[in-house]
């Protein structure tokens, strides 16, 4: 814009009166509104690759324990599963249910009718009543008999407004119309195509994809004599390889595995057996889901053994959703986990030294500090009643501390075990560290937040 100018000896112009606060008040916090929304934008994908799981997972089936086909001893299994699932759905609603929880329930269990807490349905409909997300354990090979067990279940999983997905099986368990094993991968790979169009176009609210069981299978599994169509097929594929998170052979093999069948399979999640890890080396684990995020492939935090359904193992099941919420928060907001940091209660061996059954213990701790303290520890426990499981772990933490003592113990019997440590919110003992990609979104955000500013400021002056 030109200026007049000004005479010699005349009076300085006087800038129009504008009212530059209500300027400030109007446009600045847009400027920070702005970076905010950019800071959230980016921090998703950020943590992502921070070792994050998008879910839980549980498969605890009970029909591969042994006394399973007596009809009094199958009606007690139900009753106490369908305990178990109140007790995880509530501790997982303590937990503030941060990521899905998904429950494996067989296809089959709608023919099993039972009683629990004054209401009689099938055990499935009781199961998928308590369970935030359902995955169908679908084992039959042909489209029209997978759909016929799966398609009322995602009927009823669809009216109470729950997600599911449906899982075949592809190893070879000595039954032909139950998996894939015989008719090879592609024609796993073409029915599951045409039974994932037809439940989306039924179910596309509550239908959420395919599953594969399992990895371990498919390495061995004979090449099919009919070709694969085109596309690649979309499916979660269970990983229960947990040294995958210390063997770099295991993991080559694996990354060999999904190299070669990628022109046909996206196996976008990874349903991989946690328990370990998460009790013993989180570490490790959080390294582990890393380098599934590198690839893009999700990961759910998956747990699985078939005398979990037995009361004496509930408090286990417990603490490992326990566990997975304090490993989902750390990571979450862009923590690492040190080596040798353990969840709190994973050195008590909850449901195990509990345990009504017989069992044999041996521990030794050592623990001196003045203001930190290391400790090493070595358990062994042997259970006999209704299942036997063996156990041996070994962990190093260090954690804030004014105590010292030694103790050692042997005994026979039921035990329990209890710790202490320093820390917030739900017992967790760490703050989560700011990783480099959050400081770097921050630095970011506060970097465009004052440039918006100067171009504010500039633009109220101009």
């Known amino acids: 814009m030109l200026r007049t100018p000004r005479s010699k000896g005349s009076p300085p112009r006087t800038a129009p009166a504008r009212n530059r606060p209500s300027g400030f008040v109007l446009v600045l916090p847009m400027a ?12 998703r994908g950020a943590f992502a690759a921070n070792g994050t799981p998008v879910g839980i997972h549980f498969d605890i089936e009970p029909q591969s324990l042994p006394n399973w086909n007596d009809p009094t001893y199958q009606a007690s299994c139900v009753q106490q599963q369908l305990q178990l699932a109140d007790k995880m ?10 990521i899905p929880m998904t429950y494996d329930i067989p296809v089959w269990y709608d023919a099993l009718t039972t009683t629990y807490n004054g209401e009689t349905k099938s055990a499935f409909k009781l199961l998928s009543d308590r369970m935030p997300r ?63 169009a037809t439940l989306k176009t039924q179910f596309p609210t509550a239908f959420k994809g395919m599953g594969v069981h399992e990895y371990a299978a498919l390495l ?10 085109s596309g690649r097929q979309d499916a979660y594929l269970y990983l229960w390889q947990f ?16 190299d070669q069948w990628s022109p046909y399979w996206n196996f976008h999640t990874m349903l991989f057996e946690a328990e370990d890890l998460l009790l013993y080396d989180p570490a490790a684990l959080q390294a582990f889901i890393k380098m599934l995020d590198a690839r893009g492939i999700k990961t759910e935090l998956t747990f699985g053994f078939a005398s979990w359904v037995l009361q004496p193992f509930h408090s286990y099941v417990v603490n490992l959703v326990a566990a997975s919420a304090w490993y989902y ?25 509990t345990s ?40 190093t933490s260090t954690s804030t501390s004014t105590s010292t003592s030694t103790g050692t113990g042997t005994g026979t019997g039921t035990g329990t075990g209890t710790g202490t440590g320093t820390g917030s919110g739900k017992g967790d003992d760490f703050v989560p560290a700011t990783s480099d990609a959050a400081s770097t979104m921050a630095s970011s955000a506060l970097v465009i937040a004052a440039l918006m500013c100067m171009v504010t400021v500039r633009w109220i002056d101009s």
């Open 220 to 229: 061995n599994i004979p090449p099919s004599s009919t070709p694969y169509n």
């Open 356 to 395: 009504t059954s017989t069992s044999t213990s041996t521990s030794s701790s050592t623990s001196t500090s003045t203001s930190t303290s290391t400790s090493t520890s070595t358990s062994t426990s042997t259970e006999t009643g209704t299942g036997t499981s063996t156990s041996t772990s070994t962990s």
């Open 89 to 98: 759905k509530a501790a997982w609603a303590y937990e503030g249910a941060p």
């Open 134 to 196: 359902v995955n169908m354990m679908d084992f039959r090979d042909t489209y029209d008999t997978i759909l016929q067990n799966c398609v009322p279940q995602c009927t009823y999983l669809g009216s109470l407004g729950k997600e599911c997905a449906v899982s075949v099986e592809s190893k070879d368990i000595g039954l032909d119309s139950a998996t894939f094993y015989e008719e090879g991968p592609a024609v796993m790979h073409n029915i599951l195509g045409q039974v994932e």
């Open 32 to 43: 920070f509104f702005a970076a905010i929304l950019f800071l959230l934008a980016n921090a």
């Open 243 to 258: 040294d995958l998170g210390h063997s770099e052979t295991d993991r080559q093999q694996l990354w060999t595995f999904l």
């Open 329 to 353: 928060r750390i990571v979450s907001t862009g923590g690492t986990i040190q080596p040798g940091q353990l969840f709190p209660g994973a050195g008590s061996g909850p449901g195990i030294s």
